[in-house]
């Protein structure tokens, strides 16, 4: 069984550009969730992603976007990226009927400057 | 909003030490709860969880009830290990919610 996987791993970019990361699903899931985790934080939810359709969003601008493809793999998209953006990304994947058990990848850390 | 709140870091304890990490949440209803551990350079790992009050969710070692009337939901470890050595998270959702909410981790180094 293959766990959740992010790429890439490190990420630098700077003010005013796009980002796109990228998440596998573990196999046999249907639901990818996003998560960015600022230095010293918790987690906070961005949004997830079921049957291709955002299923659910927390308090992100709509720069922020997302994808999720027919083999439930995901891309996490950012715009007009700001210094503030600067994070850990983190990506869980999960079946619908049990979304309590979210499953995490690694992660990509992204550097804005 | 649901919110959970943990105990300031850093920890620092000796091998075979007793741990309490505290872990209070605001929530509406009866959400689960959960503990999460991330290891340096790696994601979120589920440690345990438990879905209603009373109940115990163990693994490990680790142990954390579920306590309605003080909306708490603590950590304990009865001997850690230098292998325990981690950031932990305490973490909420509720029944049939699309997203965790987390509280801000507390980091736990062990020395031998």
């Known amino acids: 069984e293959t766990g959740v996987t992010q790429s890439p791993t490190h990420l630098i970019k700077t003010r005013g550009q796009q980002v796109t990361l990228r998440c596998s699903s573990q196999s046999g899931h249907n639901t990818v969730s996003w998560y960015q985790q600022a230095l010293g934080q918790g987690p906070q939810f961005i949004f997830q992603?079921?049957?291709?359709?955002?299923?659910g969003r927390g308090n992100f601008p709509p720069r922020f976007s997302g994808l999720q493809f027919p083999n439930y793999s995901s891309e996490l998209n950012v715009n007009a990226l700001e210094l503030d953006d600067s994070a850990l990304y983190l990506c869980a994947s999960s079946l619908k009927l049990d979304q309590e058990t979210q499953y995490f990848g690694p992660g990509t850390r992204l550097l804005v400057l | 909003g649901d919110s959970v709140t943990q105990m300031e870091g850093p920890v620092t304890l000796s091998e075979e030490a007793f741990l309490t990490i505290n872990c209070t949440y605001t929530?509406?209803?009866?959400?689960?709860l959960f503990w999460y551990v991330q290891y340096p350079g790696e994601g979120l790992q589920l440690l345990l969880k438990?879905?209603?009050?009373?109940d115990k969710g163990s693994n490990k070692g680790f142990e954390a009830t579920y306590r309605k009337e003080t909306t708490s939901f603590h950590l304990e470890k009865g001997s850690v290990q230098v292998s325990d050595s981690a950031v932990y998270f305490c973490a909420l959702s509720q029944r049939g919610s699309e997203k965790l909410v987390f509280g801000k981790g507390t980091k736990l180094t062990v020395n031998p």
């Open positions: 438990a879905t209603k009050a009373d």
């Open positions: 992603y079921y049957r291709e359709e955002e299923n």
């Open positions: 929530a509406t209803g009866y959400p689960s």
